[in-house]
């Protein structure tokens, strides 16, 4: 008989106790610790932070990567804020009227907090050139000049007429005025000619006459036309003294604001452009109603604002900004992150102006730092590419979402580009990482990848800073504080989380939810502080809040709906476990497995992948066991048998090799008749050498084949076989360490197949002796027998059948398998 005593885990490796009294030697309560400041077990990714943030170089932007729930938002957010404090506050930024061409309005900077001065100085300016442009026209000098040159016009006008109605009167006729205009009426003895009259003169005096009449109305036009001239004239003379009040007027008011912005050359030319359009458009100045330029469809008068021209769009002001800034943007859609041009409708016409160019998170943050998290940027229709288009080139144009791709193009704003200088942290996790490691662009412009790790080493230093970060919750959220007890558990807990019982989890969202949810117990049970006892009752609670599937798998089972044995030994029949994840939750339950052997070339035949539902990961282990069995069985023979290995009972997809030592087993058992102990469940990967390797989930498996045992009866004799590797990573409940301390179950670590064959069936593996054979009776022995039989039933020809492998073989024409007689 094999004993199994060398291979039982011992109960203080099944799991890492948090013994108090030495590893928290350093408080009594969770009140004796100061909160945590920073992150804890993030040492690569802190130094990846302070060395990105540091980078000035273009393209040095931050991916800061990390599965959900370790931590990575909250302290970017911290220590981002925590360095914008000593960087310096941005300069403001305003849109100011291209008077040279409104549809392309100017950018202006200013330092911080200038920006709403400039604004202000702007609305009073107008106040001021509202007052004193109508007032320079009040004086009896404008009057004076102005009724001067009308005069000299009439005067020029009334010589005019005077010459024209002499020449007439020399030439006998007659100067009229009419409705239609000035007539020449011929005279004879100082009396109108009548037509009749005109009738009865001679063709020559005819003739004559209508000479006369046609130089005089000749000259009409000339002087008429002169007179045009010189009114013309009149108004622009009129104008130009105008405008000359107004510059006398306006000049003075502008020159003082030039004075003061005289170190931004930009703004200076600004308001000269102003001071001319001012001098040009005084008028608007002087009437109290307002005149409007024109606008489509008859926008009406009042609801045009003639000074809006003169107004400031302060666009960014950083006046209250300490340091650089940081913006958090929640929901970077297009117009959020890179700001807007809007319209207003009017009549059913669509207008706009400078005013309203409207910022976004990408202004807002130039100069400082903008923090977004990937996977909004991404589902954000235009949001990734314009983001790149930004980074890469430096500066922010403004342009409406999807503006390029209009079939028809439509006049609009296009405000002058914003050069920019702005770090951006973008926060996601790995699987978004490696989508965008393909884009090249990515690659350029996020050059540091700040990396969180989901677990860190459990050392005396990290558990001191474990315990803070509870006080930081506590202190926090106004909480129960932990005594020495309630920490452990936090702690055990934290070790079962990374799967590891040398160290801690750093999924602090799953760790903050316990600590919130033993408080509530503690609170409930009037408890000073939170203790051991809360915090298991929590995890239970926790537990049992998610674990309705896993239940009803196990009434299944107990059912005998899904087949589980736990007592006996049959051929070709082993309890595997496999692992279930619902959401959040994980949990292992046990599976049967089962193989058939019997004679043909069709080698090892999975039926989960012939009705494809084997994973690549699945396949790749019955490949790998099939070189072990050919290693061991044919080095001498073909490997002339067929093998048929399925997890019952399962309808879903199979992947992982997690349970290949066991299909192995159970194809070994089948071979060579031996049965195996149904009391023992097998998880572990096995290599072509027939050693034995780690797996994930072990904790959960062995808690689920061990509650089915629980369930139907503890006989002393169940257990579970792991790989040798996997005993570090066991934190198992309290209920299997009581179990296996009372040897009424039991946890074995192997290292190979022929260890696990021992242990499942009782019966030496075999090992090759001199003369080339294995030890009799031993299993494989009895497998080489079996399969020397199978070769002896076999012609050299013969087909098998079935699928090899997933390649067809040939049935032959009589059907069947030949025998030998």
Request: charged letters at 25%.
């Amino acid at each position: 008989m094999v004993s199994a005593e060398k291979f039982r885990i011992p109960v203080e490796k099944l799991k890492k106790v948090c013994n108090f009294e030495d590893e928290l030697d350093f408080c009594k309560t969770s009140l004796d610790v100061p909160p945590l400041d920073g992150v804890i077990g993030q040492e690569r990714a802190v130094r990846a932070m302070h060395f990105g943030m540091s980078m000035d170089a273009i393209g040095y932007n931050l991916f800061v990567v990390g599965p959900p729930g370790t931590g990575k938002t909250n302290y970017v957010e911290a220590i981002v804020s925590q360095i914008a404090k000593n960087g310096d506050v941005p300069a403001d930024w305003c849109y100011l009227n291209n008077f040279n061409d409104r549809g392309k309005p100017l950018a202006v900077s200013l330092p911080a907090g200038q920006g709403l001065c400039f604004q202000k100085d702007l609305e009073e300016l107008i106040a001021d050139l509202k007052a004193a442009i109508p007032k320079s026209f009040e004086g009896s000098d404008y009057e004076r000049q102005k009724d001067n040159i009308i005069q000299s016009i009439q005067q020029k006008m009334e010589m005019s007429f005077r010459a024209i109605n002499q020449e007439a009167t020399e030439a006998e006729f007659k100067l009229e005025q009419t409705p239609k205009g000035f007539i020449f009426i011929p005279l004879r003895d100082g009396k109108s000619l009548s037509s009749e009259e005109y009738g009865k003169l001679s063709g020559q005096e005819r003739r004559e006459t209508d000479e006369k009449g046609r130089k005089l109305s000749k000259r009409m036009d000339e002087t008429l036309h002169e007179g045009r001239i010189l009114e013309k004239r009149a108004k622009e003379q009129i104008d130009e003294l105008e405008k000359q009040i107004a510059l006398y007027a306006a000049g003075p008011l502008i020159d003082k604001l030039k004075e003061e912005y005289r170190e931004f050359p930009k703004i200076v030319e600004y308001l000269e452009s102003v001071l001319k359009d001012v001098t040009k458009n005084h008028n608007i100045f002087k009437t109290t109603g307002s005149v409007p330029d024109p606008m489509p469809f008859f926008v009406p008068q009042e609801e045009v604002d003639p000074f809006g021209k003169y107004k400031v769009n302060l666009f960014v002001n950083n006046e209250k900004s300490e340091g650089a800034p940081v913006v958090i943007e929640p929901n970077p859609s297009y117009y959020n992150l890179f700001g807007k041009i809007e319209y207003k409708s009017q009549m059913l016409a669509l207008s706009t102006d400078f005013m309203m160019v409207k910022s976004g998170a990408i202004h807002q943050a130039n100069g400082g730092y903008l923090i977004l998290q990937v996977k909004d940027v991404l589902t954000e229709p235009f949001a990734w590419e314009t983001l790149k288009k930004v980074l890469k080139y430096r500066q922010a144009v403004m342009e409406n979402m999807g503006g390029q791709y209009n079939f028809v193009p439509t006049a609009t704003l296009r405000p002058e580009p914003i050069p920019l200088n702005v770090k951006v942290v973008l926060i996601g996790s790995p699987l978004y990482y490696l989508i965008l490691t393909t884009d090249e662009d990515f690659q350029k412009l996020f050059k540091v990848k700040v990396d969180f790790d989901i677990e860190m080493p459990r050392t005396p230093e990290n558990l001191r800073q474990y315990v803070s970060f509870i006080k930081s919750l506590c202190q926090r959220g106004n909480l129960k504080h932990f005594n020495k007890a309630g920490l452990a558990r936090v702690i055990e807990y934290g070790s079962r989380l990374a799967g590891q019982q040398d160290k801690l989890s750093t999924r602090f969202n799953e760790v903050t939810e316990i600590v919130y949810e033993a408080n509530t117990i503690a609170q409930t049970e009037g408890s000073e502080y939170v203790e051991a006892a809360h915090v298991d009752k929590a995890i239970k609670e926790r537990k049992y809040r998610s674990n309705k599937l896993e239940e009803k798998i196990q009434e299944q089972i107990l059912q005998r709906k899904i087949l589980i044995d736990i007592e006996g030994a049959i051929v070709g029949q082993v309890n595997g476990l496999v692992v279930l994840q619902l959401g959040g939750y994980i949990f292992g339950h046990p599976t049967r497995i089962t193989a058939r052997t019997y004679i043909g070339r069709g080698g090892v035949i999975n039926i989960e992948r012939e009705t494809d539902l084997s994973g690549n990961i699945h396949s790749k282990g019955i490949l790998t066991l099939s070189g072990y069995l050919g290693g061991k069985l044919a080095q001498e023979k073909p490997l002339g048998l067929t093998a048929q290995v399925t997890f019952e009972q399962t309808y879903s997809g199979v992947d992982g090799d997690s349970a290949s030592s066991a299909e192995l087993y159970a194809i070994l058992s089948s071979l060579s008749g031996v049965p195996l102990k149904q009391s023992l469940a097998v998880t572990g990967s096995v290599n072509q050498h027939g050693e034995i390797q780690p797996i994930g989930g072990v904790t959960e498996k062995i808690e689920g084949f061990f509650d089915i045992c629980a369930a139907k009866g503890l006989t002393g004799e169940q257990g579970v076989l792991i790989p040798a590797q996997n005993v570090d990573n066991l934190m198992l409940k309290d209920e299997v360490l009581d179990a296996v301390r009372e040897k009424r179950f039991h946890i074995y670590a192997v290292k190979t197949i022929e260890e696990g064959l021992e242990l499942l069936s009782g019966v030496p593996a075999g090992e090759i002796g001199k003369d080339g054979k294995y030890a009799r009776d031993s299993i494989f022995y009895l497998a080489d027998q079996k399969l020397r039989e199978f070769n002896r039933g076999l012609v050299p020809e013969t087909q098998y059948f079935g699928r090899k492998m997933g390649r067809k073989a040939v049935l032959p024409r009589h059907g069947g398998i030949k025998r030998k007689r």
